[in-house]
């Protein structure tokens, strides 16, 4: 795994400065995220990891822009989000932005080839352009054999593949999972983590994962470990990235051996 | 438009409820469609029957106090009058049918073709008409029902004289909004004499026909100010208004069956938002994912209110053309019994298939636009809180 | 084993937002169609209604009505002398000659409509006993006066007490109004009849005569009388088969309705169908246990059925309370309903929602729940329980 390096390289894709994000359920007043400062640098493959209720989910949000902070900035790749109207972040979303998710990726009624295509209609491209740029993004994933197939005839690890291969097809600087090996199987699970990382690696693309997997920590280059709401630095973090890679069992623990950060 | 694809992919997500939504809205078009052809079916029968040159002339009082026969041949001077025809009321029943089901009428053989030059006689038809003292002219829709040819005998009994009449039909008009059946005054005068009654004295009405149109008004009034003072005033008014006047006051009836029909046809249309909404429900999690990729509040309004348009004009199309399809069976159905005969007069017209299209594809929108614009206008982050 | 009936009652109750839609939409057509049948069975419950089983209409042969019949005064004064015929406490024969006559009458709103002018001798509240003078009093022969029903009053120009009412060739002084238990006569004017048939310049003094007879057994024998004599051709009927006669041109309309309320509960049970089956999707799993634990698919079934059926009755109730509601508002606000074309008069008739009209609403209602629910319990007895509980 590569050790981060700052010297000499690109500008991070991703600073957030003081952030801190609160909002109402019910009752009670949710604290989502406390004054969290981080930056990401490009082309990087970073989880955000910690137990349910720690903000990672809101973290992923306002550094994907489907969310906003109550305070602080977000700057990704250039853009003051803060700046941007819901609409226009919407827009920002289809150019810069590749999603995916746990559970409802894909649109049952369209086969892997349209919904592959799918963010391609918010673009200029012609028909013809649509498909054979969806084209080219499922044989990245290696499925192009079922390019026709609809979502009912897949399994859960092909069907991630086609969502990543949808994130792919607009061609954005960043990609952002959530959660994307949650309802899979560990063969499939590892697939995908390393399908995501020959994204990094071959495409140079940034990505962001939040996940609760440990095999994760295999994979990513950083990982940053957040609980109710604060990021944890230092020490905290080794302990939760300890933690994590116990409570999954020896093997993992091996392999977390190697992550210096 | 490059959505359709995907617009219409979502409407076959659930056929069955697509199709049974589809087939509310299409019942609600055709219950509104019919309704309207009722009024516009009238309006039609008006425009078409009545023409802008011609007047009825009858009694003030009412057109059962009649007119002395001999005001037709003033009424025929007055300045302006092309053609002037006494036509009275025979009330014949034709055997088979027991009652009266087509209006009778004893009229001047020699004026009648130039008082009514747009129903379509034949000239020899006409001439027949004044050879023969027995003839009788026809309506096409008469002729078809009972199945009647040229040179065939009809039987009429008078339910208002007391006579019966035997006729020889020697022309058709050639026309199917004119159900008339006219024969010679003199043939019902003879007859009443030979049963030492002083015969046909009087005319049950007078219709006239105006060299200018313009000029209408004007003889109108001359019309009535020459009977003011007489035994039997008169009360001129243009075809139209009479014809309209005779369709009675059934005002309060097509009143109440319009509101409660329309209220009817409102609450299917509100069943058919309510499904619209459960299926917007369903997605809920797709339509999150879709705004998360980066699809616009407005583009995803417009695609859900899109899918609900298409449902519904489909919907409404079909519906338009059940309507036809009904209002024609209606018409075959009119000629089995004559009871049924005002079912025939269920017509549709172009407007009225405008207007059903139209109010699909407003119950479409309508339909499509709470739980689309309810679907699309929360923020992202609301959307995926909700799902996941 | 059966599944008890709270199941299906439970179930609509635990969504009541759609079961009271569903049920909305059925009471609707209900209220559609118990309306619509009510208008119609009011028309001809108000024309039937003239008839009075004791009396005998007599009319020239051939004539198939009061309006088109005429009677020589050399005939009535033969006929009013038959046997069978009642008398009163004076000896007179309840023998009632009358001139019906329509002329035009201008109404309030500057609309105009045929009116019913029935021209009459005192006898003739004899006769027809069930019209009763309400307020004023009867009129005066030879004064030009008239009595006017309750259907008419207010309706045209001039048709209040004491004020003229302009038809025919004159003016006619209001004196009386009358009652006449919600039948027809209720929208006529009655005049002098020697006074009406000078206005109408009839050769003929009478259109026709209504009787009253005796007893009911010399009923047959007295029609049969004047069908029989050979100097005047007339035909005696029943009064009540009279006007059951006329009352048949309005059933036409009930065609119309039916027609109109066939469809529009088609329209409801498509509504009706779709709500049923989202509920089936939504209970899949609830069903596949329900199967699984070893419940028939009959049992499913009709526990879907009932269901349906359920919501229909709710539906029903509702709308035929409704429909009662606004039959009884209509009737404050817009007084009785005018029928025009179907009779060649006008007809003030009260709306009301009776039984039969109910029954058939009933009929149209089940027929949607039976129906509209058909589908969607088929689909949730054929549903496999394995497959039912996978989906959950």
Known sequence: ????????????????????????????????????????????????????????????????????????????????????????????????????????????VLTARD?????????????????????????????????????????????????????????????????????????NAEAILGLLRQLKHDFGKTVIMVTHDPRALRFVDDAYHLDKGILLEGEDAERAAAAILMAAGGGAAAAGARLGR | MKYLGFILANLGRNKLRSALTGGAIMLAVVLVCLLLTMPAGLNAILDHAASNTRISVHNKAGIVYAMPYAFTRKVRQVDGVAAAVSSTWFGGAFEEAGRVTFPNFAVEVEHIGAVYPDYPIAAEQLADFQRYRDGAIVGRQTMRKYGWRI??????????????????????????????????????????????????T???????????????????????????????????????????????????????????????????????????????????????????????????????????????????????????????LLQTFATWNDTLGPLGSFIVTVPVLVDGIFLSVFVGMLAGVVPSYGAARKPVVESLHEVF | MPLPLSYSLRNLRARPARSVMTAGVIALVVIACSLFLGLISSLKRTVVSCGDPRNLVVMRKGSDND?????????????????????????????????????????????????LVRGVEPVALLVHDSVRISAGRMFTPSAHEAVVGRGVRGRYAGAELGNELEFGRGRWKVV???????????????????????????????????????????????????????????????????????????????????????????????GASNTMYAAVQARTAEIGTLRALGFSRTTILSAFEIEAIALSAVGFLIGAAASIGLSILIGYAMGGVAFGAATFTTNVVTL?????????????????????GFGPAWRAARMRPIEALRKA
């Open chain 1, 1 to 108: 795994m590569d050790a981060p390096s700052t010297a000499g390289a690109a500008p991070p894709i991703i600073v957030i400065r003081n952030v801190s994000r609160r909002y109402v359920r019910g009752v009670d007043d949710v604290h989502a995220l406390e004054n969290v400062s981080l930056s990401i640098p490009t082309g990087h493959f970073v989880a955000f990891m910690g137990p349910s209720g720690s903000g990672k989910s809101t973290l992923l949000n306002l550094v994907s822009g489907i969310d906003r902070p109550n305070q602080g900035d977000v700057m990704v790749a250039g853009a003051a989000l803060n700046d941007l109207t819901e609409d226009d972040l919407a827009h920002w979303r289809a150019r810069h932005v590749g999603l995916i998710f746990q559970f409802f990726n894909l649109i049952p």
């Open chain 1, 115 to 187: 919904n592959v295509a799918l963010p391609l209609l918010l673009t200029h491209l012609s028909k013809a352009e649509r498909r054979e740029r969806a084209e080219t993004a499922l044989r990245v994933v290696g499925l192009d054999e079922r390019m026709d197939h609809y979502p009912r005839t897949l399994s859960g690890g092909e069907q991630q593949r086609v969502a990543i291969a949808r994130a792919i097809v607009t061609d954005p600087d960043l990609i952002v999972a959530d959660e994307p090996t949650g309802d899979l199987d560990a063969r």
């Open chain 2, 151 to 200: 040179g065939q005998r009809v039987t009429l009994r008078s339910t208002v004289w007391p006579v019966t009449l035997d006729f020889r039909i020697v022309g058709e008009i050639a026309n199917d909004r004119a159900p008339h059946f006219w024969f010679n005054r003199e043939y019902l005068d003879q007859a009443l004499k030979a049963m030492g009654r002083p015969g046909l």
């Open chain 2, 202 to 328: 009087i005319a049950g009405m007078i219709w006239v026909r105006a060299a200018d149109p313009n000029r209408v008004n004007a003889i109108m009034r001359e019309i009535d100010d020459m009977s003011r003072n007489s035994e039997a005033e008169t009360a001129c008014e243009t075809e139209k208004s009479f014809l309209s006047n005779f369709f009675g006051s059934l005002q309060g009836f097509v009143t109440i069956i319009l509101i409660v029909t329309a209220l009817v046809a409102l609450c299917i249309v509100f069943i058919a938002a309510n499904t619209a909404s459960m299926g917007v429900r369903e997605r809920a999690g797709e339509i999150a994912v879709l705004k998360a990729i980066g699809f616009g509040r407005r583009v995803i309004f417009g695609t859900l209110l899109a899918e609900a348009a298409a449902l519904s004009v489909v919907a409404g199309g079909t519906g338009v053309l059940v309507t036809i399809g009904l209002t024609k």
């Open chain 3, 67 to 115: 309006g088109s019949s005429q009677l020589s005064l050399e005939a009535f004064q033969a006929l009013r002398f038959f046997d069978g015929i009642a008398r009163d406490a004076e000896d007179q024969p309840l023998a009632s000659p009358e001139l019906v006559v329509q002329p035009f009458f201008r109404t309030r709103g500057g609309g105009r409509e045929n009116v």
């Open chain 3, 176 to 270: 009386g109004i009358f009652d006449a238990g919600g039948s027809s006569f209720e929208s006529e004017v009655w005049v002098d009849v020697r006074e009406l048939a000078n206005d109408a310049k009839r050769v003929f003094p009478y259109s026709g005569l209504r009787l009253r007879v005796a007893s009911p057994a010399e009923l047959e024998p007295l029609m049969r009388r004047i069908d029989d004599d050979p100097r005047y051709a007339l035909d005696a009927q029943r009064e009540t088969d009279y006007y059951a006669k006329q009352s048949e041109s309005a059933n036409t309309l009930y065609i119309l309705v039916i027609g109109i309320a066939v469809l529009a509960g088609i329209g409801a049970g498509f």
């Open chain 3, 352 to 372: 009301r929602v009776g039984v039969s009209d109910l029954l058939g609403a009933l009929l149209l209602s089940i027929v949607i729940g039976i129906g509209g």
